[in-house]
Structure formats: C-alpha cells, structure tokens
T-cell receptor
C-alpha cells in the first residue's frame, strides 16, 4: 500500500531555532500534501495544503512566514518551523493524496518539543 | 463551513460489549473516512466509505454511511482491550471527486475497553 515516510519522528530544539520536517511518498506521487498539527487530547488541525510546484494554501490563523512549506517534487514536502517557541511544541502530521484508491496516507508524525 | 460532530467523545466499555460511535456532518459530502489513533502515534486508516449505503467491516468494527442523513456509524462488536484507541471520522467537501481536498475531522472518540 501507499507509504508516507515522515522524519524526524521526534525533535527537541531550543527556542529561536528552526526545525525542518520531511515527508516523502515512497511508492506513489503525492499530488497534494496536507500538514496538520495536533495538541494533546485534541483533534487534528489542518495548517496548510500544498500542491507540487505551487505555493501552499494556509488555513486561517496559521502564520505562513513561521511555518514554511515546500513541495518541490511529487515525492517530497517539507515543513520548516522557523524561530520556534515553546508554544509551537506539538505533534505534526503530514498526509498525502495521490496514492491508489480514494484515500489519504498519513505520515508517522513528528513530536516537536521546543525548550 | 463543513462541521463534523462525533459522539460520544469518551467511551468506556467492558470487553464483550457492543457499542456505536456516531459521526454527523453538516453539509453534503459523498464520502467519509474513519481512522484510528493510538497514543503517541499517527493515524491508521480503518475505512473509506464512498457512497450512500456503504457498509464495510473489518474484524469487530463495522462502518456505515448514510449520505442523506449525513451520518456515519462505527459499530464495535464484542469489544476487546486491543480496540482501545481514539477514533476519528473525517469528511471532505462536497465537491471532492478524489482525495485532493482537505478533510475536516471530528473531535475524536476516546475508547477505553476494560477487561
């Protein structure tokens, strides 16, 4: 089945630094990638939608200059959290569409802790 | 704006019992997704329901979709401890013909199955 590899699975960084999270579709071309964040005991909140080769579409309230999304190829999308602060600590999950069937394939998630 | 409501949000049940989780959504959509999330993990796809009247079963879980009522159910039969997890339903907008559209998630149902 379709697989999306997400790295790193966890990261601890200092406040003010930037962190990059990668999602790769391993056996299909991900025409669209979705980036979510999830706080403890809450549902997934969509941050942005990206299509290969175009600028990402950000959800209302998401700072596009802080959460940089690049979808330069059909198999790779990245989310960079710039100048991270403790309130950015969260579980970030990517999801790709474009695989077989009508579904969405989720990455394994990245636990970001900003200290 | 599409809204997705799940109930109950918390469900504690004994092994061997049956129960149903409900997912209502506010605007027309022709498909619905169910996911499972274990603590600290990403989402695992359970079911994709693609049409009115669709019913799918996998083990002790059975999902159905009534697009006219804008309602999906996830029925648990003879629950076992391994089913303990958070279950999410998710709905794309009405115009979705594939999987390039963002999903709106319910808040999730935290299921605890006690021995």
């Amino acid at each position: 089945g379709a697989v999306v590899s997400q790295h790193p699975s966890w990261v601890i960084c200092k406040s003010g630094t930037s962190v990059k999270i990668e999602c790769r579709s391993l056996d299909f071309q991900a025409t669209t990638m979705f980036w979510y964040r999830q706080f403890p005991k809450q549902s997934l909140m969509l941050m942005a939608t990206s299509n290969e080769g175009s600028k990402a579409t950000y959800e209302q309230g998401v700072e596009k200059d802080k959460f940089l999304i690049n979808h330069a190829s059909l198999t790779l999308s990245t989310l960079t959290v710039t100048s991270a602060h403790p309130e950015d600590s969260s579980f970030y999950i990517c999801s790709a569409s474009g695989g077989a069937g009508s579904g969405y394939t989720f990455g394994s998630g990245t636990r970001l802790t900003v200290v | 704006e599409l809204k997705v409501e799940q109930n109950p949000l918390f469900l504690s049940m004994q092994e061997g019992k049956n129960y149903t989780i409900y997912c209502n959504y506010s605007t027309t959509s022709d498909r619905l997704y169910w996911y499972r999330q274990d603590p600290g993990k990403s989402l695992e796809s359970l079911f994709v329901l693609l049409s009115n009247g669709a019913v799918k079963q996998e083990g002790r879980l059975m999902a159905s979709l009534d697009t006219k009522a804008r309602l999906s159910t996830l029925h648990i039969t003879a629950a076992v401890h391994d089913l303990s997890a958070t279950y999410f339903c998710a709905v794309p907008p009405a115009e979705s013909g594939g999987s390039n559209y963002k999903l709106t998630f319910g808040k999730g149902t935290l299921l605890t199955v006690n021995p």
